[in-house]
């Protein structure tokens, strides 16, 4: 190989930004962390950090997501764990101007958890909060807090939640990803609940019971019942070994 010159070669940096979903209080919600660091010292950013020399990418964002959340990316071909979470990557983001420190390169990847606690706060973010995507996406991308006025997401933040929202959004049409929002025991009510959580909408029970009971596989009875949701005792399935829902549950125009 004919020798090269990196020098001639710009410097820049990696980093990976995580979009962290999971549904509480019936809402989807995301984590942000605010940022104890310049630059937009004091913003709402998405948690994540630089890629280091001696990792690639998939271990960067699983380090970054036990740092901010304390879960285990779940291996998709290992048993679900209690404290695992779905971990895919997401996007590039590469625009010249996004960091205005150097030019960073962020590749983002999309977790998703069952309702999870409190975050903490770690590495260079002085503070964390579960905000729900619809204040996070509004027509202002601020990020408001008990009274605080609305600023927009550090960075390019905003876009890269927005695509993850997305990708939620259209994958659970046809895939198993919204069990990734479900205990690993759960009823259909709950499945049904995530739905319309990630969707913003209302769904008919019986018509989703009919169309994810539907499809041989998708769920498998976990073994018992519970009243965990109120009245009547409730079967409990988990995720089966098919991934795809087939015929598609298409989201409602709205």
Same mark, same amino acid.
């Given at each position: 190989?004919?020798?090269?010159?990196?020098?001639?070669?710009?410097?820049?940096?990696?980093?990976?930004?995580?979009?962290?979903?999971?549904?509480?209080?019936?809402?989807?919600?995301?984590?942000?962390?605010?940022?104890?660091?310049?630059?937009?010292?004091?913003?709402?950013?998405?948690?994540?950090?630089?890629?280091?020399?001696?990792?690639?990418?998939?271990?960067?964002?699983?380090?970054?997501?036990?740092?901010?959340?304390?879960?285990? !990316?779940? /291996?998709?071909? =290992? #048993?679900?764990? $209690?404290?695992? &979470?779905?971990?895919?990557?997401? @996007?590039?983001?590469? %625009?010249?101007?996004?960091?205005?420190?150097?030019?960073?390169?962020?590749?983002?990847?999309?977790?998703? !958890?069952? /309702?999870?606690? =409190? #975050?903490?706060? $770690?590495?260079? &973010?002085?503070?964390?909060?579960? @905000?729900?995507?619809? %204040?996070?996406?509004?027509?202002?991308?601020?990020?408001?807090?008990?009274?605080?006025?609305?600023?927009?997401?550090?960075?390019?933040? =905003?876009?890269?939640?927005?695509?993850?929202?997305?990708?939620?959004?259209?994958?659970?049409?046809?895939?198993?990803?919204?069990?990734?929002?479900?205990?690993?025991?759960?009823?259909?009510?709950?499945?049904?609940?995530?739905?319309?959580?990630?969707?913003?909408?209302?769904?008919?029970?019986?018509?989703?019971?009919?169309?994810?009971?539907?499809?041989?596989?998708?769920?498998?009875?976990?073994?018992?019942?519970?009243?965990?949701?109120?009245?009547?005792?409730?079967?409990?399935?988990?995720?089966?070994?098919?991934?795809?829902?087939?015929?598609?549950?298409?989201?409602?125009?709205?």
């Amino acid at each position: 190989m004919p020798p090269y010159d990196p020098s001639t070669f710009p410097p820049f940096a990696v980093t990976v930004d995580l979009v962290v979903l999971t549904v509480r209080r019936h809402a989807l919600c995301a984590l942000v962390v605010r940022r104890g660091e310049p630059p937009f010292q004091g913003r709402w950013a998405l948690p994540g950090g630089f890629v280091k020399a001696d990792e690639d990418l998939g271990a960067a964002a699983a380090r970054e997501l036990v740092e901010e959340t304390g879960l285990c !990316a779940q /291996d998709p071909a =290992a #048993p679900a764990v $209690g404290n695992g &979470a779905h971990l895919e990557q997401l @996007a590039t983001y590469g %625009d010249p101007g996004r960091d205005p420190r150097m030019r960073v390169v962020s590749v983002a990847h999309l977790a998703l !958890a069952p /309702d999870l606690p =409190a #975050p903490r706060a $770690g590495g260079d &973010a002085n503070s964390a909060r579960w @905000a729900p995507v619809e %204040d996070l996406l509004g027509l202002e991308g601020g990020c408001g807090h008990e009274g605080e006025n609305q600023a927009p997401l550090a960075f390019d933040h =905003a876009q890269i939640l927005a695509d993850g929202v997305e990708r939620a959004r259209s994958k659970i049409e046809y895939s198993s990803l919204a069990t990734a929002f479900c205990p690993p025991a759960f009823t259909v009510g709950e499945l049904r609940r995530v739905y319309e959580a990630v969707w913003g909408v209302v769904l008919d029970p019986r018509n989703f019971h009919r169309k994810v009971t539907g499809t041989p596989g998708f769920l498998v009875p976990a073994g018992g019942t519970t009243t965990r949701q109120g009245g009547r005792p409730a079967q409990l399935f988990r995720a089966g070994a098919a991934t795809v829902l087939n015929p598609p549950m298409l989201r409602p125009e709205v």
